[in-house]
Nanobody, 120 residues
């Protein structure tokens, strides 16, 4: 089993910043990718930012405002969000893919989600 714990969400005014963190623990042999998704009310979950083996990518809507980074030694991924807009309001989820220790089977886990609300 792998556990993902997210933190850093909250209420912020338009133009403000937040930094989300997601730490993975448990039976981990290796992590291939740790990504951030978000889901707004009434909408489908969408990929916001991805990080895999040193390569990053972003949704067009957040490019230039959000930055994904990782600390591989801590199995932790961050999402620095600047210039936040009301349309960024959503529950943000961390996703991790990798291989389990012991049996080396692939895993795909989600965090519990953290609410980000952008409002004046």
């Amino acid at each position: 089993q792998v556990q993902l714990v997210e933190s850093g969400g909250g209420l912020v005014q338009p133009g403000g910043s937040l930094r989300l963190s997601c730490s993975a623990s448990g039976s981990i042999f290796s992590i291939n990718a740790m990504d951030w998704y978000r889901q707004a009310p009434g909408k489908q979950r969408e990929l916001v930012a991805a990080s895999s083996r040193g390569t990053t990518s972003y949704a067009t809507s957040v490019k230039g405002r959000f930055t994904i980074s990782s600390d591989n030694a801590k199995n932790t991924v961050y999402l620095q969000m600047n210039g936040l807009k009301p349309e960024d309001t959503a529950v943000y989820y961390c996703n991790a893919k990798g291989y389990s220790s012991g049996n080396f089977k692939p895993f795909d886990y989600w965090g519990q989600g953290t609410q980000v609300t952008v409002s004046a």
